[in-house]
């Protein structure tokens, strides 16, 4: 079992939909939860964090968190193609500042 | 603000040279990291330095790669000497520590590639 799992996708959806990107980790004393953002060719760009059960949103962007699942979602309203990316969930390690990554779940936004 | 800066932006060396790369965080950030992506596979830690103390090695490869970050500052990661596996995107990060948490921010990335 890899310690963190997405749906590699592509996850297609058209523009103005919600995206809802999933993710489930195996570390139980993971605290702190992270989603970046990666385009072909770049760095992973820091969108979200959150480290408490329930939702957090920031604009047009919700991750939610359930840490007895160990699960940790993230949803993008009113979707653009500029959102077009790879879709990374990074918890922590161990509840230390070290990441893992998942392998990242691809998103197409279609006009 | 910088971000986390990182040369070279691609290297391209033959196997069994030597090669070292840099990564200036932002100013300020304790907490620094090195990772790693081999093609078509996950991001994977490297290791993390608090200040210029080394917090986690866990996952240098091999007695191959040295990190070091000097005062504090910049860090550099050399690979000596290199082989083919090595070659993939190394990536720096820094963060800033607020109680538990740690946001990390990544550079840009070094391609390495080992011919």
């Given at each position: 079992?890899?310690?963190?799992?997405?749906?590699?996708?592509?996850?297609?959806?058209?523009?103005?939909?919600?995206?809802?990107?999933?993710?489930?980790?195996?570390?139980?004393?993971?605290?702190?939860?992270?989603?970046?953002?990666?385009?072909?060719?770049?760095?992973?760009?820091?969108?979200?964090?959150?480290?408490?059960?329930?939702?957090?949103?920031?604009?047009?962007?919700?991750?939610?968190?359930?840490?007895?699942?160990?699960y940790v979602s993230l949803l993008i309203r009113d979707s653009q193609p500029s959102d077009s990316a790879t879709y990374l969930c990074a918890p922590d390690s161990g509840g230390y500042n070290k990441l893992i990554f998942g392998a990242g779940t691809r998103l197409a936004v279609h006009p | 603000e910088a971000g986390v800066t990182q040369f070279p932006s691609h290297s391209v060396i033959e196997k069994g040279q030597t090669v070292t790369l840099r990564c200036d965080p932002i100013s300020g950030h304790d907490n620094l990291y090195w990772y790693r992506r081999v093609m078509g596979k996950e991001i994977k830690f490297l290791l993390h330095f608090?200040?210029?103390?080394?917090?986690?090695?866990?996952?240098?490869?091999?007695?191959?790669?040295?990190?070091?970050?000097?005062?504090?500052?910049?860090?550099?990661?050399?690979?000596?000497?290199?082989?083919?596996?090595?070659?993939?995107?190394?990536?720096?990060?820094?963060g800033h520590t607020v109680g538990q948490n740690t946001e990390a921010f990544f550079g840009q990335g070094t391609r390495l590639t080992v011919v």
């Open positions: 079992q890899k310690e963190v799992e997405q749906n590699s996708g592509p996850l297609s959806v058209p523009e103005g939909a919600i995206a809802s990107l999933n993710c489930t980790y195996s570390d139980r004393v993971s605290q702190s939860f992270f989603w970046y953002r990666q385009y072909s060719g770049k760095s992973p760009e820091l969108i979200m964090s959150i480290y408490s059960n329930g939702d957090k949103e920031d604009g047009r962007f919700t991750a939610q968190l359930n840490k007895a699942s160990q | 608090v200040k210029e103390s080394k917090q986690d090695e866990s996952g240098m490869p091999n007695n191959r790669f040295l990190a070091e970050r000097t005062g504090g500052t910049y860090s550099t990661l050399k690979v000596q000497p290199a082989e083919l596996e090595d070659s993939g995107v190394y990536f720096c990060a820094s």
